[in-house]
């Protein structure tokens, strides 16, 4: 699997154009929000979004800037959750729930420094998850997927909580985002 496999699946599944009357983001298109869309460059309808500027968009935003590669070195599946965790919540988020766990699987610093959740892939976020890596080995992936879905559904049901609206998209955040 490549970033290029994750964008595509990442945009088979958001679709095309949308704009849900609940959808605080206005009109979409692939997933990629108007605001986004103008941030980068994108000034025409979106409607007609050309996919190559969404692909563009996924990777920049939500691989390349959080410097989710530099996870996929360590463990493919735990980079891929990242990504699709930043291209929903935002890279911010899911950098903050990879460093909130990590904190917590450490063994109260026995296998790793604690981290500070500062939102920021860094020198010592690496560190530690090549830490983890290093005790747990691969196995160790299945288990902190585990905990950065925990982390992810508890946000989406929060979301929920917060603004009822949200819960018209609460089935499919948590039917096609986690597991």
Known sequence: MTIDDLIDDVIAREGGYVHHPADRGGPTNMGVTLDVARDNGYFGDMRTLPRKIAAGIYRRLYWDQPGFAFVAEGSWPVAAELFDTAVNMGAGTAIGFFQRALN??????????DLK???????????????FRLLRGPAGDSVLLKALESLQGERYIHLAEQRPANEAFLYGWLANRIG
Do not use: E, I, K, S
């Open 104 to 113: 917590a699987l450490n063994r109260n610093q026995q296998d790793y420094p």
């Open 117 to 131: 959740v500062d939102r920021a892939m860094g020198a010592r976020t690496l560190g530690a998850f090549r830490a």
